[in-house]
């Protein structure tokens, strides 16, 4: 079983970055495809965006296309996400979780129901 970890989150000015760490362990996160979620307060736990396990595929909601970048670094069993430009509406918990690689093309990779394993989040706070 993957236990995941995130790190990074904090506050930060609008305009800011802030980048995103979750490390995996227990098992490789070669297997899985990878996914960033968020949380905001009274809200659900949207997507924001997802890496394929080799790292060729990578979808984003439209929200934050262009300022975030989703990688992955296998060897390390750490996934990243670098957040740039951050607006007020980027505030909310973020969780990264991971989805079996056999069932990667079976997913649409945007619901939280299809991921197999979750971490329990960092905070991002962006102040204006």
């Known amino acids: 079983q993957v236990q995941l970890v995130e790190s990074g989150g904090g506050l930060v000015q609008v305009g800011g970055s802030l980048r995103l760490s979750c490390a995996a362990s227990g098992g490789t996160i070669s297997t899985y495809g990878m996914g960033w979620f968020r949380q905001a307060p009274g809200k659900n736990r949207d997507f924001v965006a997802a890496?394929?396990?080799?790292?060729?595929?990578?979808d984003y909601t439209d929200s934050v296309k262009g300022r975030f970048t989703i990688s992955r670094d296998n060897a390390a069993n750490t996934l990243f996400l670098q957040m740039n430009n951050l607006k007020s509406d980027d505030t909310a918990v973020y969780y990264c979780a991971a989805l079996s690689a056999s069932r990667w093309y079976q997913t649409t990779k945007f619901l939280p129901d299809e991921y197999n394993y979750w971490g329990r989040g960092t905070q991002v706070t962006v102040s204006s």
């Open positions: 890496i394929s396990w080799n790292g060729f595929d990578a």
